[in-house]
């Protein structure tokens, strides 16, 4: 037998008579210790609950999708790293790496080849397609991906795929041609980190520049370095030093997710959903023209503090909202990179006459371009505007 059992089935314990085998305690989670059983036999009778079997002889199962990204590109000279294209597959990447036979059997296929700038709804839910088929084979699942969107890909998976398996996204920010191409190190760490039993139960992971942080708030905080993913806020969830992965915390979810299945036996397109960044002296009628000519089901606003956003404008956003029955929804998140948008920040009537801001929703912790996707996934389940408020409330906002 091979590969992990579901966690949350039942006890029924039973290894063959002659095997040989050792218990083994896991400490990552102090709380819900998993009693590892590990044995050497050709034969097992049945296994689960909250001990999990693995036989010593195999190795985790593990799939490397291609997508894209400086990860997969290639520059004129070693220096370049600036206006490179994306000119590699996945195989020559996967040939790029150490020898990872003694950890995983390790396999790879091309889904996209992109810069993470050309991602849209399409190209979202063939991946998701596929991750989807292949979890059914695979012990866990690595992404190389552009970094320019990769933490909109990371929450769009982590907020439609529920599996306990890892899921690993990792890219570059230097060109596999460039000296020091940080793409070989991010792609190797990830395989070995969707390979561990450790890296579990954790969501999807964004492994780049040895930190291993959560896709649900990881953002890319700087257009060039190779130190760019952070999560404010929230911080890391472990880290990765020669050869070891190091998480601080146990195997645990974050806060507020909420699934959402999507039937790809249908057509999705998924809403639009722009976003508009606030400033001084912000013109109303760009307001208007997101919404009314761009056909928008709801709209994001990443306003200039915790929801700030000029009386005239509040007034504007108000009025429309009127028009459309209050059914159309506007997401109050914020432009600066760390903090949140409370609901206490937003009020409850705008204007001299108090026309009521019912439509207006605080976006809690996410950034604009993580909320607009959870808008998306809200529309299109058909979901109204309690209920929208009560999953952005998930995320401390609502
Ligand atoms: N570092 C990168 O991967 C940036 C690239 N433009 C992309 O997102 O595809």
């Given at each position: 037998m091979s590969g992990p059992t579901d966690p949350s089935s039942p006890v029924i314990l039973a290894v063959p008579e002659d095997a040989n085998f050792q218990i083994e305690h896991d400490t990552h989670d102090a709380e819900h210790p998993i009693f590892k059983i590990k044995y050497r036999s050709n034969s097992v009778i049945s296994t689960g609950g909250l001990s999990e079997i693995s036989n010593l002889d195999t190795l985790p199962i593990v799939k490397v999708l291609g997508t894209g990204g400086t990860i997969a590109s290639k520059g004129s000279s070693s220096h370049q790293t600036a206006g490179y294209k994306v000119d590699l597959t996945i195989e020559e990447l996967c040939m790029s790496i150490p020898d990872l036979s003694s950890t995983c059997t390790l396999e790879y296929e091309q889904v996209l080849n992109l810069d993470s700038k050309e991602f849209g709804t399409e190209e979202l839910l063939l991946l998701h397609a596929k991750i989807q088929e292949d979890l059914a084979k695979y012990d866990g699942i690595i992404i190389t991906h552009g970094t320019d969107t990769m933490e909109e890909t990371a929450f769009f998976l982590q907020m439609t795929i529920n599996t306990y398996k890892p899921i690993v996204m990792c890219g570059s920010?230097?060109?596999?041609?460039?000296?020091?191409?940080?793409g070989p190190m991010n792609l190797y760490q990830a395989i070995v980190i969707a390979s561990s039993r450790s890296s579990r139960g954790r969501g999807v992971l964004v492994a780049l520049n040895d930190r291993i942080g959560s896709g649900f708030y990881i953002t890319?905080?700087?257009?060039?370095?190779?130190?760019t993913f952070k999560s404010i806020g929230q911080g890391y969830l472990g880290n990765f030093v020669n050869n070891e992965i190091h998480y601080y915390y146990p195997a645990a979810k974050p806060l507020g997710i909420r699934y959402f299945n999507l039937n790809l036996a249908s057509k999705i397109d998924l809403p639009e959903v722009p976003i508009l960044f606030a400033h001084?002296?912000?013109?109303?009628k760009i307001i208007e023209i997101a919404i009314e000519q761009l056909g928008a089901k709801g709209l994001v606003l990443a306003t200039?503090?915790?929801?700030?956003?000029?009386d005239k404008s509040n007034e504007f956003i108000a009025k429309l909202c009127q028009k459309y029955g209050d059914k159309f929804p506007v997401i109050y998140s914020?432009?600066?990179?760390?903090g949140m948008v409370p609901k206490?920040?937003?009020?409850q009537s705008v204007g001299s006459d108090l026309i009521p801001f019912d439509c207006a929703i605080a976006l809690g912790y996410l950034n604009p371009q993580k909320s607009r996707i959870l808008l998306q996934l809200c529309l299109n389940e058909g979901l109204n505007l309690s209920e929208i408020k009560h999953i952005f409330g998930g995320v401390y906002g609502g």
């Open positions: 920010m230097r060109p596999s041609t460039a000296i020091s191409s940080d890319k905080s700087n257009a060039n370095s190779l130190d001084q002296g912000l013109n109303n200039m503090g915790a929801g700030s956003m000029a914020k432009r600066a990179m760390d206490g920040s937003l009020p």
